[in-house]
């Protein structure tokens, strides 16, 4: 939706056609919250990080919403040490919390330190951003059909023709963002993408806590042989595994809970967050569109531009996509360097 709202805004003519209704439950970004944090061990993916920040804030003020709550974000596990570089050599402040100060500061926690803490790390409200970015789109002229399925993509010499469920749309440019669907509309395209997308479904849980305060609590991630996460969100507390998993057919597979990888999460919380109930209040399935590296596909083949393989922590960056995408779209060299997003690279 960033890139529809992009190109709008730039005067283009835009139509965005949605396979169901935004934020549908085989979506990608379906869900009241994402992470938003600087802490990565790739000093790259932190200057993208604070790009797209101002990106948030400004769609915050459009709004007249906050959708960038803050929360505060601890790292813990492995490669803390890459992690608090490369986010000093961006420009970010790391704070390198040892375990008796953590357990004092953070007692709804009890996974073994030290920790690296970002104080200015939050929570995105993503169903609230989905429909901003709606909003803001066709205020700029976009439109956008929902329930329109593409079954096939013709390029030609003066444009695209794209075929859907609610007949054809011909443009001059098409730009692929199918998420766990990226994979299927690069085939519709006639692009060599065999392999290089690969949906994955995975299973969160929602947590009650025990007191007030343990609501408070900031966000995680912790880092090891089975790497989880945490949020809260509207009250509770969102947990994951962060695990690509198997690749799924997107449209056939249920969305039953997983009660094996449910089992694991509420293991992980009997362990380690005694500040909530163990036992999920609630259960919810979400899709990945994973790369081999978990680095996007962000590229140009023709008269088609994709922007895929989000690998689970894409949604932060969607104000710099939304920009970048919309250059390739228009023709024009974007102000960062594309070369391990390309397609190319995967072949």
Known sequence: MEVTRELARRGRD??????DTIGHDRSGSKGAARIFRFGYDDAFYVRLAMRSLAGWHELSEESGEQLVEPAGLLSFGERLRELAGAMEDAGASP??????ELAERFPSFEIPGPAVYEATAGVLRADR???ELATSAQAAGAEIVEGARVTRLESRDHGVAVEATDGVTEGGVVVLCG????GELAAAAGLEAAGVFRPTLQQVA??????ASAGAEPAFVWRGPITYYGLPTLGRYKIGIHDPGPSVAVSEVSLDPDEAAVELLTAAAERSLPGFHPVPVATERCFYDNTADEDFVIDRVGRFVLGGGTSGHGFKFGPVWGEVLADLAEGTAPQLRLERFSLARRR
């Open 14 to 19: 835009v139509v965005c056609l949605e396979r």
């Open 95 to 100: 704070e390198l919390v040892g375990g008796e």
């Open 129 to 131: 951003i989905l429909a």
């Open 179 to 182: 998420g766990a669907s990226s």
């Open 206 to 211: 929602y947590l009650e806590p025990k007191s």
